[in-house]
Nanobody, 124 residues
Framework: QVQLVESGGGLVQAGGSLRLSCEASGRTLSSYVVGWFRQAPGKEREFVVA????????KYEDSVKGRFTIFRNSAKKTVYLQMNSLKPEDTAVYYC?????????????????WGQGTQVTVSS
């Protein structure tokens, strides 16, 4: 079992920045991919970014490339999502998720473990 707890959401003006954290506990994450997804009101959950815990390879969704950065602190078992140049369309509940996989994936069905989500609101 893997438990995930997100933090760091909040309200920010367009153009601002936020850093989300996802702290993992339970199993070692050496064979896992950790991803961030988001869900805006009335929309389906969508992939944002994922990182291989061991190899460090990363996959970004096109709309966040150049603005969002994912990185991890292995000692703290924490994955971070640094979000810069935020736009109103980034407003959503952001979820951290973990998939036991050797390959990066944007398929939410591959992720067995999910955090509770953290709200990000970007005002115009």
């Amino acid at each position: 079992q893997v438990q995930l707890v997100e933090s760091g959401g909040g309200l920010v003006q367009a153009g601002g920045s936020l850093r989300l954290s996802c702290e993992a506990s339970g199993r070692t994450l050496s064979s896992y991919v950790v991803g961030w997804f988001r869900q805006a009101p009335g929309k389906e959950r969508e992939f944002v970014v994922a990182i291989e815990w061991s190899g460090g390879n990363i996959k970004y969704e096109d709309s966040v490339k150049g603005r969002f950065t994912i990185f991890r602190n292995s000692a703290k078992k924490t994955v971070y999502l640094q979000m810069n140049s935020l736009k109103p369309e980034d407003t959503a509940v952001y979820y951290c998720a973990a998939a036991q996989s050797s390959m990066l994936t944007s398929d939410s069905s591959k992720y067995a473990y999910w955090g509770q989500g953290t709200q990000v609101t970007v005002s115009s």
